[in-house]
């Protein structure tokens, strides 16, 4: 009998500690840092996210399809103001998380970052990193979708709101975090401009590793040309991966960018998280509105 307590007794020890465990923090790109595993296909795919991660069965989830004939259209918004975003970075870490290829500037001092305000949004966001998702072929990568068709990868430029000081706090509230969302489409010739940033690939082809490239392109090279980006799109949604918060401010530009079919090759030779196949199609479903506005946004009539 004894023996029987000591072990139940272990037992409940053993219980308490497992679950005593957090989840994991998210992690830069907006996914976790740690167990449980997620992926994008089979029993932990995005089918299956929302047993593990009960915020990703929530009714403001992303990505979604835009219906263009369904929008609601907004004028009279200020323009954008994209500050410090011509300035290069000091420093980069590139890295493979398993899930996508993200890339920071290793400052932490928020007033060397790059953020934005206008737009529509109500304070200052400052950068957190930029990443992409894409498919297994040019014909498909994108998250969002256009009246049902995608393009060939989608780059995602994370910020949070100033006043919560990180990402991770900012994570905890519902205006916290805002997504530039810009469409790739695949193209004959390189962007020569995005080029150091495919060759930074290559020295993170395997699973968590990391690269300091030694490059000078600033974060306005990532989106359309100045003068199309007063035309985008507007929701209120989520991280598209887990722990789905829903704490995203969507801005969409209309006008995609884009990278040679080459370029785009050299994101499928990253391994992904189980450390044995390519890291492809690492993009969410679309999911339901529920209900919600999407406004397309023209800050040009301002």
Known sequence: MASLNVLLTLALILEVWVYAIPLGEPSPSGGLAGNPVWSYEGNSGPAFWHEAFPRCGGENQSPVDLKIEDTTHWSGRLPFTFGRYNVSPPDVTVKNNGHTVVA?????????????????????????????????????????????????????????????????????????????????????????????????????????????????IPLDALLPEEEDRHLFFRYQGSLTTPLCNEVVTWTLFQTPIALSSNQLAQFRALIGHDGLHHLQDNFRPVQPLNGREVAFVDTGSY
Do not use: C
Request: aromatic share 12%; charged share 30%.
């Open 104 to 216: 920071t500037w290793t400052t932490k001092d928020m007033d060397k970052l790059p953020f934005i305000k206008g737009g529509g949004l109500e304070g200052v966001y400052v950068f957190s990193n930029f990443h992409f998702h894409w498919g297994s072929d040019d014909s498909k990568g994108s998250e969002h979708t256009f009246d049902g068709d995608r393009y060939a990868a989608e780059l995602h430029l994370v910020h949070f709101k100033k006043d919560y000081g990180t990402l991770s706090k900012a994570l905890k509230h519902k205006d916290g975090v805002v997504v530039l969302g810009v469409m790739v489409e695949a193209d004959d010739n390189d962007n020569e401009r995005l080029q150091p940033f495919v060759d930074a690939l290559e020295e993170v082809v395997e699973l968590g590793t990391e690269f300091h490239p030694d490059y000078n």
